[in-house]
């Protein structure tokens, strides 16, 4: 393990990122490091700042009739005490709006042990008037993440409740696993990280049919539901693979990242399909 890691963007699921939450999951991973040859966790005080790119908005599984590629700008404050704020301005690409989407959030980080970590946060979303994409459906959530390293990986799960317009449960488990490489790649100080990834979801979906309601023209479908068809009732709601490649320095990391999701129980509003998901992202931390 390397002496000093920056951990990445990306968890969980992310799903999500992403979802609006999922995106900013590195808001989650204050800057931490381990004494050598000791289990002592060190806290680090910093400041990261954060640019990503995907190829279209996914929120906890669903996507909107239409592809929406978007860029975001992130900014993280994180305290020695384990508390984190943060602000994103999202922009959806080919569009004339300047900003389409502006989040706030905050919470506190925990790291008892080496293998041991969690967050619970609040996020705030904020949405242009005519916001296009699904997640413009809600507009708070309360999150709760936990993960151990068993060493041969990861589990994390992801509980969220989301209210506003529409109110919601989720919850994602992610089994992923940590490599980077031994060898430098320029010099002593950069190397390659990989961590493979698969997540499902398990929530309910009134999201989805405020979402169809209010953007009836767009669906080109009636907002009604099938009277079978229970929004309100835990179901699972995707599956996904999920391989980021990343290079990393002391200060900043570039990350690639392929997805492919599999939305499953899908409300007939939205007909998602099978779908691959591509991100790009850069961040720099301030310590």
Avoid at 79 to 95: D, E, H, V
Avoid at 192 to 203: E, T
Wanted: overall charge positive; charged content about 20%.
């Amino acid at each position: 393990m390397k002496y000093l890691r920056i951990l990445l963007l990306i968890i969980t699921c992310t799903t999500a990122t992403k979802a609006a939450v999922l995106r900013h999951s590195f808001a989650y991973n204050s800057i931490y490091y381990t004494a050598k040859d000791t289990d002592t966790i060190i806290r680090k005080q910093s400041l990261s700042v954060g640019f990503n790119y995907g190829s279209d908005a996914m929120f906890f599984g669903r996507v909107g009739p239409i592809t929406y590629p978007f860029f975001t700008t992130d900014v993280v404050y994180n305290t020695k005490g384990g508390f984190f704020i943060y602000g994103s301005a999202l922009r959806l690409i080919g569009y004339r709006t300047s900003v389409d989407e502006v989040d706030l959030g905050g919470g506190y980080s925990y790291h008892p042990t080496k293998r041991f970590a969690g967050a619970i946060s609040y996020n705030r979303f904020i949405f242009n008037k005519e916001e296009l994409i699904i997640e413009s459906a809600t507009s708070n959530d309360i999150n709760w993440k936990n993960s151990y390293d068993w060493k041969p990986f990861k589990s994390t799960v992801l509980l969220d409740y989301l209210f506003g317009k529409s109110s919601d449960f989720f919850m994602t488990v992610t089994q992923s696993k940590y490599f980077e490489t031994k060898g430098n790649i320029f010099d002593d100080k950069d190397y390659l990280s990989f961590n493979p990834a698969i997540s499902f979801i398990v929530g309910t979906q009134n999201f989805v049919q405020r979402y169809s309601i209010e953007h009836e023209k767009q669906l080109n479908a009636s907002p009604r539901v099938d009277d079978d068809f229970n929004n309100g009732r835990l179901n699972v709601l995707n599956y996904s693979f999920k391989l980021p490649i990343a290079y990393n320095r002391p200060h900043y990391t570039f990350e690639f990242s392929y997805k492919y999701s599999i939305p499953v129980n899908v409300e007939g509003a939205l007909q998602n399909k099978h779908e691959s998901f591509l991100n790009a992202s850069f961040f720099y931390v301030f310590y």
